[in-house]
């Protein structure tokens, strides 16, 4: 398995509404890239949502994805947990392996 | 007035919405994707704000629309003061919820507008094509309101720069007063060669997306509905009457038609439930979101369509009489 | 009966299906997102059912309606336990995946009724209203037969009412009883009203909606040809024969007139692809859900649009007379 | 790396028409919360799907995403096989990392 | 032509694009859900082969017809060569991205042909249905040259026979020519039927489509700016204009009537920007996507839309007399 | 924890044009299956982009999850990297567990 370097995966789900601060707040901690998926469907502590038949765009959450270098990681969870601090929604820290550590 | 009401009430928009109150009470999974209740906005706004600005265009920028614009701006700015005073006279909310409430009942729906703007076509009531410009005007000034009452000093990463930008440049605000202009510039011409498109097929579009709102105002009531306390849903109810009535004033100073009149009672009376919400939580993150939303869409919206509206129009008669 | 056949091969409607399965054929990367496609679907049920609403509210509720709905609640109800015992005498189909398969046959597809009305349209012949309230009749029954057949004690945590619900009021039968009851409701009034979006663009929704349903049937058969055995394969073209004989002569019993024996004749042809798959993945999950779906879209489907539609008005026509 | 809690994420790929059934179970196993994210396209042991141009949910897959206490993980997981036993569709667990373990 | 200008960019389809532009400019959230996009993108696709498709089907399949695909399809394969030479005598580019670059100009656009059709349209110059073919058949030969260009072998696991399939039968030229057979074999017929569907509501569908496409050209802008160098933007103004001084010769020696000649300019003048970046992606990877398509979106296509397609109707209009 | 079984976890982001490509892949190499999840913006070492509005599938990414037997893992990263070599897109690997080790 030596060929295999290891990463760290932030995992963060965060309120639509929220999503550009969130950009802006990865882009400036120069994270080497991210990936936003939808979600469709959720509840937490609070409340339950869905956003089937949903004009704007206040109650759905989004999820991040951002694979960072180790040595990295607990510089962007900081800057992330600046930008959402109050705001509804959490981050996760995985271990992934990758092949390319060079893009990371 | 009451055939007026029986009208409404058997109109095929309100019977859709009632179509899909009804589909979550049988626990149906109808359901329409979140795309198509997006498209189905975007045409309702931009058919909305072209026939108004293609109306502009044809009679030019008058006294009336200015005076018009300048009295929906303080009604907005003004009616979350009264909202947030009544909310802590009568309930239990903390300061930070009721203002942002506040804000959201300041505000106006887009929506609640296309109902009132259908309902008066099926009645061939005319009214002004200047109330979209107001309407677009009363959509800002509530959310900088409530922000003035939450008297917090944001210590976010937005500029108050850029959150302004978020809010006066908000896609709903944007595509009215951006097809209102395009139908003023283009008028006639436009007019025609877009017809079939933009306007033709407008009230059935309506009822599509009354399906579709019915089917979120019964969701977010199944959610919400421990929220709903009696002063608090009597408030949703309470603060369109008061909306009304201030605007009915206003209008009868302005010497409003009985349409346009409907039209400028319908707005104070809606509370928002795209701009305002997404605005609040950005500038207000400790105020729980669907307690709010649940008032708006789930209490005062079925409210407005069910009864308000027959209720404004004939107000608006008196009034104009 | 020959022009007949040839006129229906080269309507637009045809033509646009065959567009979708060539697509496919030629792996062109054309596609459609499941959105549209579920707008598309939507707009044409609520076209239907309100059109159909819509003539009763003119006619009233009459005996034939009721006798109409009678009889086919009983084919839906009757058509499983011939499906099963074809299926289990000629293929080697385990008891699950043939009583599956047989709730699909004796269940109808609504997009089948769409374009037998599309067809009836184009050459004007007129159909009684209330087939619409039959249609949705026809949905259900035939899931409960399946289980009946299947009579396997469910020991899911689905209680049997949250499944009936689930069935009962699966969105595709509630849009179509909805915008019926509103049609109804609403009457000449409703029509003048929605006319331009709900009524005149429906020939071409419909061809764009079977462009989508060629890609779809197209897909299916790539992925599940290995399924379409001989027997299995026959099976999928004679039984909506078998159907469709039962259905003419309860049409001819009932006196319906030609049009409206054609669309008899045609919902029993028909197979399900909406309502019984997702019912059938809920009560019998130990079932094969490919394998249905690939028969009831891949198999029948094409041959109701391309055979069997001009067929069933052949022959209601016969009866008629 | 003290401030970090460990929890488990729990994945599980259902089939759409189970998806109320699935929530209704990881309600009532209490879990603080979960995500739906939508599947466009898959296969499996048995057939490939697609989403594109489907007009019922009859052959659709969705991703569910819950986030649990460590000592909460084997309970929700048998809620969940014991609503979703014989159906199509699996579930997997792994190690993610927070920072603010009190919601989950 | 000053007027013609003027009418231009005052039409509401200008506008909407322009507005577009502006909510990207004022960092608006106005956003159209992809499923949408794709909609409205497939449903002007299928109303331009369709209606194409009946005219055609009307005068029959004539010389000119064959002889202008002919002219199309030389001028696709021709243009990337040029545009090739130009790309590396004045500009810094690699060999691989000037060839990606060269594959987009000597594609076309069909929205660009959709934004003609609608100018000529609305100042009522007709023109051969058969351009639909036409532009069909322009899609595919610039993307070949440019892999001759490129000169690499591709060692993907494609097969050459794969990727050819991938390109010649990639959704838009599948929906333009499919639509475009079925228009000619159901004729007149097909278009009573489908008009009020397919024909009417072009206009409107056309603005709403812009108003998509000022976004994401605003957007593509926004993120690509750092790649528009001097001698970058001038080849995405240049280049267009000798696509359509070449193009305008052969219109005139095919004797094109004014509005046919329009279109063909137009056609050449246009960048691809669904086909092929799509194609160069998987065939090029070494290219860099984002580049490309920022001129042909950012640059190109509004400066098509507000510049080039007056320009290129007066030309034709010169050539035609 | 007797009752949990390691398998690797597969995540690949690529872009929408290869997804054929890569699917055709992944069934050569007889993965027991795979699920595809939509992406709508992102962004990596060149250029950020959105789905938004766009009516081509050029610029999009997708994300693509399989789970396989840890001795399958590198065979399946290998013929992945095959495929999609110089194109823009990444691959993680990861450990979870799964209870019905037979399916994968
Ligand atoms: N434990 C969890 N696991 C997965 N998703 C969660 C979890 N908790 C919260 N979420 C997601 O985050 C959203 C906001 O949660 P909350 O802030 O608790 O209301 C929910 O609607 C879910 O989509
Ligand atoms: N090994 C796997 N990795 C990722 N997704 C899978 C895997 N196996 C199955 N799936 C997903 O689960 C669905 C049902 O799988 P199956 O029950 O094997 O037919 C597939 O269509 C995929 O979406
Ligand atoms: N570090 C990362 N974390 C998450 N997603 C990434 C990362 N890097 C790249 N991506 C995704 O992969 C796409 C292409 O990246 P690139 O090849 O670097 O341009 C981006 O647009 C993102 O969607
Ligand atoms: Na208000
Ligand atoms: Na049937
Ligand atoms: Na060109």
Redesign the pocket.
């Known amino acids: 398995m030596k060929k295999y370097h290891l ?1 760290k ?1 932030i995992d963060i789900v965060v309120e639509a509404p929220l999503m550009r601060t969130l950009v802006s707040t990865l882009d400036r901690a120069r ?6 998926l939808p979600i469709v469907e959720g509840r937490g502590l609070q409340n339950a949502w869905h956003s089937q038949g949903q004009i704007g765009d206040a109650t759905n959450m989004m999820a991040v ?4 270098d180790p040595s990295r990681a607990d510089e962007v969870i900081d800057a992330v947990f600046a930008a959402i601090q109050d705001r509804i929604g959490f981050v996760t820290l995985s271990d992934v392996f990758v092949i390319r550590p060079e ?2 | 007035m009451l055939s007026l009401g029986m009208q409404n009430l058997l109109s095929p928009m309100v019977l859709f919405f009632v179509l899909g109150l009804l589909a979550v009470w049988a626990r149906s999974d109808l359901s329409i994707p979140e795309a198509v209740a997006k498209f189905l906005a975007l045409y309702l706004l931009l058919s909305i704000g072209f026939r108004g600005g293609a109306e502009v265009g044809h009679h030019g920028l008058t006294a009336p629309l200015l005076l018009a614009i300048a009295a929906g701006v303080a009604l907005s700015f003004a009616m979350p003061f009264i909202a947030y005073a009544l909310l802590r006279a009568t309930t239990g909310l903390s300061a930070i919820d009721a203002a942002a409430i506040a804000g959201h009942y300041g505000s106006i729906s887009a929506v609640t507008f296309a109902a009132v703007t259908g309902m008066l076509n099926q009645l061939a009531v005319p009214y002004d094509g200047y109330l979209v410009a107001v309407a677009a005007a009363m959509e800002t000034p509530a959310i900088f309101a409530a922000l003035l009452i939450a008297n917090r000093e944001r210590k976010s990463e937005h500029g108050s720069g850029a959150f302004f930008r978020e809010v006066a440049f908000n896609g709903s605000i944007f595509i009215l007063l951006g097809s209102f202009a395009i139908g003023a510039i283009t008028g006639e011409r436009g007019v025609t060669m877009l017809k079939p498109f933009i306007l033709d097929p407008f009230a059935g579009v309506l009822c599509l997306f009354l399906l579709d709102m019915g089917l979120v105002a019964g969701r977010g009531l199944r959610q919400g509905w421990r929220y709903l306390s009696l002063a608090v849903t009597s408030f949703a109810v309470v603060m369109p009457l008061i909306g009304a009535a201030i605007a009915a004033a206003m209008a009868s100073l302005l010497g409003l038609s009985a349409g346009s009149a409907a039209v400028l009672i319908t707005l104070a009376a809606s509370a928002s439930y795209i701009a305002a919400p997404a605005a609040m939580r950005l500038a207000l993150p400790a105020a729980n979101p669907a307690l709010a939303l649940t008032l708006s869409l789930g209490v005062t919206f079925p409210f407005n369509l069910l009864v308000g509206i027959p209720l404004y129009i004939a107000m608006a008669r008196q009034i104009a009489h």
């Open positions: 990463k995966r994270v080497p890239g991210y990936s936003v994805l951002c694979i960072v893009r990371f």
